[in-house]
């Protein structure tokens, strides 16, 4: 059987009905992981949030399915698209962009990280926009010196890029090592902050 396209009124009756569902999904106790996506410089954007905070921020290399689905499965699987949550997230990534915001005023739910890869997230927005650390003075300042590695693997797996700037931390020599948004994306934001 084909179904025929929405059209305009039918796709607003549609996204009206989804928010409704998703406010009263919250409000019910019913939400345990909201999200929504925007658009960046560096691309589309996931953002997710529990009722502690902002949870996750995904690049779109990361394949935006996949993190839901790895949000599921460590979280909850009552994940909805409710934007209205993550509403400030939005803004403050907005202004960053913009070259308005050099830190962030969000609350944050670690919980996808632990033990020293914790540690280490604790210390990254000690790291002040336009300048960067190396991972070694990384590993230091989280107590662990000779944990080098361990520092570049927290910034691997750092469930929340852009607001704990672990794209701030560069190699000793000053190149720029990694990014779970590429290479490219860590270039981008290092000389956006520079400028």
Not at 7 to 12: G, L
Not at 52 to 77: K, M, N, T, Y
Not at 88 to 105: C, H, P, Q, W
């Amino acid at each position: 059987m084909l179904l025929a396209p929405l059209n305009k009124a039918a796709s607003d009756d549609v996204g009206r009905l989804a928010g409704l569902l998703a406010e009263a999904a919250d409000r019910e106790g019913l939400l345990d992981v909201a999200y929504r996506t925007i658009d960046s410089p560096l691309g589309e954007l996931l953002l997710a949030a529990t009722d502690r905070g902002v949870v996750r921020v995904a690049f779109s290399v990361e394949g935006h399915d996949a993190v839901l689905q790895e949000l599921a499965q460590r979280i909850s699987p009552r994940i909805l698209l409710a934007p209205a949550r993550l509403d400030a997230a939005a803004r403050e990534l907005g202004e960053y962009f913009a070259g308005k915001r050099r830190s962030f005023d969000l609350p944050l739910d670690l919980s996808l990280s632990r033990g020293f890869r914790l540690s280490v997230l604790h210390h990254l927005p000690d790291i002040a926009y336009g300048h960067t650390a190396s991972y070694a003075q990384v590993a230091a300042a989280a107590g662990n010196p000779k944990a080098v590695r361990a520092v570049g693997s927290a910034c691997a797996t750092n469930p929340l890029p852009l607001i704990v700037p672990c794209h701030r931390v560069v190699r000793s020599d000053g190149s720029l090592g990694q990014y779970l948004g590429g290479t490219d994306a860590k270039r981008t934001l290092l000389d956006m902050e520079a400028a």
